[in-house]
């Protein structure tokens, strides 16, 4: 299972090509609304998750993807359970991933030190001892970042090829017409 966390004021594109990309491959996901079921995006676009974070359990957690975008990173932050299930995955080797400014959470976290990772640009002062690499999505050990919305399908595929296989990714890749 990977959960996709859903704050007020989250970058859409960011948060939906993943789920798009994963389910295309067959993965379990679902969107969990933090605080509730009908998300409003950074665009005002409202989006019904799969279930609250008052759903969402530990057994056969996979991952977690945060989205970006303002003020949906803040409030993703802000949230005790993402930051339980942040926790949840990072200390037992699940994905963690985090796109545009959300790897400011995990750098907060002091998560990515040590890694290489990519973040939207500008929010590199926050992910604390960590090699900004700038490409448009990276994978060091269990985490994933990915750079901002035009790197959400690269993204994507990143976390694909981690959890499905690099041709299960490819084959994807192949029948979304990406490059």
């Known amino acids: 299972m990977v959960y996709v966390f859903l704050a007020q004021g989250f970058e859409e594109i960011e948060a ?5 990309v994963l389910r295309r491959c067959g993965v379990d996901v679902k969107t969990v609304g ?19 974070d008052s759903e969402v359990e530990k057994d056969g957690l996979e991952a977690v993807i945060l989205p970006g975008g303002m003020p949906g990173t803040l ?25 545009c400014a959300a790897p400011s959470i995990l750098g907060h976290k002091n998560l990515l030190s040590g890694r290489k990772a990519t973040c939207f640009p500008g929010f590199e002062k926050d992910l ?28 994507g595929l990143l976390i694909a090829s981690k959890l499905c296989g690099e041709e299960a990714a490819e084959k994807t890749r192949k029948s979304m017409q990406c490059p």
């Open 16 to 20: 939906l090509a993943p789920v798009d």
């Open 34 to 52: 933090v605080g509730e079921k009908t998300v409003l995006s950074s665009h005002n676009v409202p989006i019904t998750a799969d279930i609250t």
């Open 75 to 99: 409030n993703l932050e802000k949230s005790p359970v993402v930051q339980e299930y942040i926790d949840y995955a990072a200390e037992n080797g699940l994905y963690v991933c985090a796109i």
């Open 128 to 155: 604390y001892g960590t090699e900004s690499t700038g490409d448009f999505a990276v994978a060091d050990g269990n985490f994933i970042t990915g750079r901002g919305a035009g790197a959400a399908v690269e993204f």
